[in-house]
């Protein structure tokens, strides 16, 4: 066993066995506690809840200490490229993406016909969120929004807002608030949408009268495409081009980058600064762009690659804000095309 499993393991028996000398006790029950009672008098008022009933289920929502370790996790430093997109981009992965996009072109298809997202980028964050379905969250959504909306006071108002948005979802659907399980954070479904999100974007593609991100295709699909579209995706505009940076300019570019990503700036600036990217489409739009670095290869032989980041680059972001996640999202989205297209 290594030592970090070993010390997790200690970790998890003194959570089991009780508050020890000199730590903080387990929070009580949450039905017993008044921000609890508080926020069930809100829901009452504001949304029309039974408050017996709402009380009775938030009575069986649990602490979940794995929960709160998983969000105060210290990030030391943001992983490389090299380090983070082979997960992503490796065989297993695009099979099994060129598979799922067989399986549903006609519904790919017709998402595209109405929003404007390409199918492979549709199937690609479903590849990355969840790989496809297989690995969609472990812990009760209940618990995980119950302990972060109450135990976890950073950003408290948050996921309150989302527990609010879980139970009218639970309503709305007819669905037992104690049913369903997602991410750590309260994400659900084969996309990983918040409640929130899940209440503002999904469709109901299959046209049988709910949106159901667990068990129906079709409404997953049109849902990831109409998150894309209501955050201004645009249709037939790239997501990044590859850039070259003049040697003469290079020290003054690099110095824009923030984190791998730079602010964004008109094509033309870029240009003047020596920045061009290879091969841009006529009609590209002309929003603003940024300069993107990826990191090629391992630190025994590491290369740079530079693209230029275009607004549905930012889209992407919107998904989840990482230029890594963006990065990836879009990386195997072209490697499921050049799959598919060649099998």
């Given at each position: 066993?290594?030592?970090?499993?070993?010390?997790?393991?200690?970790?998890?028996?003194?959570?089991?066995?009780?508050?020890?000398?000199?730590?903080?006790?387990?929070?009580?029950?949450?039905?017993?506690?008044?921000?609890?009672?508080?926020?069930?008098?809100?829901?009452?008022?504001?949304?029309?809840?039974?408050?017996?009933?709402?009380?009775?289920?938030?009575?069986?929502?649990?602490?979940?200490?794995?929960?709160?370790?998983?969000?105060?996790?210290?990030?030391?430093?943001?992983?490389?490229?090299?380090?983070?997109?082979?997960?992503?981009l490796n065989g297993p992965r695009i099979d099994a993406g060129v598979a799922f996009w067989n399986a549903h072109a006609a519904t790919l298809a017709r998402a595209e016909a109405t929003f404007g997202v390409p199918p492979e980028v549709i199937v690609a964050i479903l590849g990355v969120e969840t790989f496809y379905g297989r690995n969609t969250g472990r812990y009760r959504v209940l618990d995980a929004l119950a302990t972060l909306a109450f135990d976890y006071p950073r950003r408290a108002p948050f996921f309150r807002g989302e527990l609010r948005h879980f139970l009218l979802l639970a309503r709305e659907l007819s669905l037992s608030p104690l049913a369903p399980r997602g991410s750590f954070a309260g994400a659900m479904g084969i996309p990983q949408f918040m409640p929130g999100s899940y209440r503002s974007y999904a469709v109901d593609f299959d046209a049988d009268g709910r949106s159901d991100l667990w068990s129906s295709t079709d409404d997953v699909i049109g849902s990831v495409a109409s998150y894309l579209a209501r955050h201004d995706w645009q249709r037939g505009q790239p997501v990044l081009l590859p850039?070259?940076?003049?040697?003469?300019?290079?020290?003054?570019?690099?110095?824009?980058?923030?984190?791998?990503?730079?602010?964004?700036?008109?094509?033309?600036?870029?240009?003047?600064?020596?920045?061009?990217?290879?091969?841009?489409?006529?009609?590209?739009?002309?929003?603003?762009?940024?300069?993107?670095?990826?990191?090629?290869?391992?630190?025994?032989?590491?290369?740079?690659?530079?693209?230029?980041?275009?607004?549905?680059?930012?889209?992407?972001?919107?998904?989840?804000?990482?230029?890594?996640?963006?990065?990836?999202?879009?990386?195997?989205?072209?490697?499921?095309?050049?799959?598919?297209?060649?099998?």
């Open positions: 066993m290594s030592h970090r499993r070993l010390a997790w393991g200690l970790a998890l028996l003194l959570l089991s066995t009780g508050p020890a000398a000199g730590r903080d006790p387990a929070p009580p029950a949450y039905a017993q506690r008044a921000d609890v009672r508080a926020f069930v008098d809100e829901m009452v008022e504001q949304h029309g809840f039974d408050r017996a009933g709402l009380r009775r289920v938030l009575a069986q929502a649990r602490f979940q200490p794995q929960v709160v370790a998983a969000m105060q996790r210290p990030v030391l430093a943001p992983p490389k490229w090299y380090e983070y997109a082979p997960q992503f850039a070259t940076i003049a040697a003469a300019d290079s020290e003054a570019v690099l110095r824009r980058l923030d984190g791998g990503l730079s602010e964004r700036r008109s094509a033309a600036a870029w240009a003047n600064d020596g920045v061009r990217a290879a091969d841009p489409p006529a009609d590209l739009a002309a929003d603003p762009v940024g300069l993107l670095l990826l990191e090629e290869s391992s630190p025994a032989g590491e290369t740079a690659r530079y693209a230029i980041a275009c607004h549905n680059f930012y889209v992407l972001t919107r998904y989840n804000r990482s230029r890594l996640y963006a990065a990836a999202v879009w990386e195997l989205a072209v490697a499921l095309k050049a799959a598919r297209g060649s099998g």
